[in-house]
Nanobody, 123 residues
Framework: QVQLVESGGGLVQAGGSLRLSCAASGLTFNNYAMGWFRQAPGKEREIVAAINWHNSAYYTNPARGRFAISRDDRKNTITLQMNSLKPEDTAVYFC?????????????????WGQGTQVTVSS
């Protein structure tokens, strides 16, 4: 079955950096767009970045200019490099996979989800 496993979360001070990774298995990875989402306590899940099978990256406003998404189709992994972290970036971060079928990548109709990794940014 499809598995997405996130790693790399942790506690960091404001202004610091973290690099999240997501390892995918059980799917033909290069047929999927991949996304990073986050959910803070008491808030809705929001997408922060996505990358399609042509390696084009998309960002939402909270991530633009500070985060960078990348993929390695040889290793079936994606990463999210997060710089200049702020306390408001504190959340559980999830990776997700969406079978390429056209349509938007900054979206919520992803097919598979990981369990998430906690990111905490202290002030």
């Amino acid at each position: 079955q499809v598995q997405l496993v996130e790693s790399g979360g942790g506690l960091v001070q404001a202004g610091g950096s973290l690099r999240l990774s997501c390892a995918a298995s059980g799917l033909t990875f290069n047929n999927y767009a991949m996304g990073w989402f986050r959910q803070a306590p008491g808030k809705e899940r929001e997408i922060v970045a996505a990358i399609n099978w042509h390696n084009s990256a998309y960002y939402t406003n909270p991530a633009r200019g500070r985060f960078a998404i990348s993929r390695d189709d040889r290793k079936n992994t994606i990463t999210l490099q997060m710089n200049s972290l702020k306390p408001e970036d504190t959340a559980v971060y999830f990776c997700a996979a969406k079978l390429e079928r056209g349509g938007a990548y900054i979206a919520y109709d992803y097919d598979y989800w990981g369990q998430g990794t906690q990111v905490t940014v202290s002030s």
